[in-house]
Each structure stands twice: as C-alpha cells, then as structure tokens.
C-alpha cells in the first residue's frame, strides 16, 4: 500500500494520519514536519498548500533535517526562472552531505 492509496482512495484514514502528524509536529517531530510539508505539496490527505509546505518543510530544515532542505530547494526551483544566472548549484549541497555524513563516525 502506497501513500497515495491511503490519502486518495481512504479519508477515514487519512485524517487520523494527519491530525497524528500535526500532533507530532507541534511537539518537534522533524521527521513528522518533513512528512507533513510533503502532505501539503502534494495535497495527500489535506488540502495542498504550497505556503504551508513551505513553513512545515523550512522548519524541519532549518532543525537539519537534509530531505526538508533538499525539498524546500526543488520548490524553490520549481518556481525560479530557468536562466542559468537565477540557477543554484547542487554541488554544495553534496559536500554539505559528505561533510555531514562524516561527523558520524
């Protein structure tokens, strides 16, 4: 079973789900905050809000929450002009990953 199957096809189920992870997000879950953005953006189980994505995704990124980050760019990207003088550059991103990821050990 898929997220979609369980948003779309079941909202006596989904709205326990997301009352469950606005719940968590207000205690500081940022795995709930990242999951709650994406609810927002992609309309699953509530009603799609691009601002609110936004909010749920920058605050679990700005907690250090990597996918929120990385959610948060491809929105903004989504939304930038495609010229490349507007175009940021994921190669920074990816050392911020492997510098991260280094720390762990």
């Not at 199957?5 to 207000?26: G, H, K, M, T, V």
């Not at 009603?47 to 907690?63: E, F």
């Not at 929105?75 to 510098?99: A, G």
């Amino acid at each position: 079973i898929t997220a979609t199957q369980i948003f779309a096809d079941n909202s006596s189920i989904a709205d326990p789900l997301i009352n469950i992870l606005i719940d968590a997000s207000n205690r500081g879950s940022i795995i709930a905050q990242v999951a709650l953005g994406s609810c927002y953006e992609n309309g699953f189980g509530i009603q799609k809000s691009l601002s609110n994505a936004v909010k749920y995704y920058r605050i679990s990124g700005q907690r250090g929450n990597q996918l929120a980050y990385l959610s948060l760019r491809r929105l903004y990207n989504s939304i930038r002009p495609q010229e490349k003088e507007f175009q940021v550059p994921y190669s920074h991103v990816w050392s911020y990953l492997e510098f991260s990821c280094l720390d762990l050990f």
